[in-house]
């Protein structure tokens, strides 16, 4: 499977602390893409980062991306209440492989006000 | 319009009944797609959309399912004979070109529920 997996399930932090999750891949990808999906209805797209890029900001985001580790990392900084949510990575595995995007289990954040 | 829209956003269906869930994609984009997403899972894909090009049902779970896209926009999911285990939110993805490579824009979904 090329499902992306996030790391930790869930995570509970103070307002103002920095989140950091995680995602693991299992095959090669074009490119990796983070969501966020709030009460369990539409998702949000946060970030593309392709294959060649290592790193990409975006406001209080900054995503990294490790394609020798399969791995990727969404870190939100300064953390607010409003960052509650469920974040998800997407896996696209490349032109061979079908069209669609491999989605994970996602990760839960709760900011403590 | 400014996003995608579903409809409708919340169905309660008798097992057995047919559902018909509605997908209406930003104008414009080519690519469309049908995602699930059970109670606290990921998203698991279902069918994808590209133009004029045949879809790719490859994640269709059943033969119940099925879906149409008629004149490269608006998308109609249906499943027939519904079973407790769709019960499941739809949700619906569109792009301004296939395979993500700008990333998708979700509707806010179809809460369906079999009961």
């Known amino acids: 499977s090329q499902q992306g997996e996030e790391d930790p399930q869930a995570l509970s932090i103070q307002e103002g602390e920095n989140a950091t999750m995680n995602c693991s891949y299992k095959?090669?990808?074009?490119?990796l893409q983070w969501y966020r999906q709030n009460s369990g209805r539409g998702l949000v797209h946060l970030i593309l980062?392709?294959?060649?890029?290592r790193e990409k900001h975006s406001g209080r985001l900054r995503v990294t991306l490790d394609t020798s580790k399969k791995s990727s990392s969404l870190l939100i900084t300064a953390s607010r209440a409003a960052d509650t949510a469920s974040y998800f990575c997407?896996?696209?595995?490349?032109?061979?492989?079908?069209?669609?995007?491999?989605f994970g289990t996602g990760t839960s954040l709760t900011v403590i006000p | 319009g400014a996003g995608v829209s579903q409809s409708p956003s919340n169905k309660v269906t008798e097992k057995g009944k047919d559902v018909e869930l509605r997908c209406d994609p930003i104008?414009?984009?080519?690519?469309l797609y049908w995602y699930r997403q059970s109670l606290g899972q990921g998203l698991e894909f279902l069918i994808y959309?590209?133009?004029?090009?045949?879809?790719?049902k490859s994640g269709l779970p059943s033969d119940r399912f099925s879906a149409e896209r008629t004149g490269g926009s608006v998308s109609t999911l249906t499943i027939q004979r519904t079973q407790q285990e769709d019960s499941a939110v739809y949700l619906c993805?569109?792009?301004?070109?296939?395979?993500?490579?700008?990333?998708?824009?979700f509707g806010s979904g179809t809460r369906l529920t079999v009961v």
């Open positions: 993805a569109s792009s301004y070109r296939g395979r993500g490579t700008y990333g998708y824009t």
């Open positions: 095959t090669s990808i074009n490119n």
């Open positions: 980062i392709r294959s060649n890029e």
């Open positions: 997407a896996t696209d595995a490349g032109t061979n492989t079908g069209n669609q995007f491999y």
């Open positions: 104008s414009g984009h080519t690519a």
């Open positions: 959309f590209q133009g004029n090009s045949a879809p790719d």
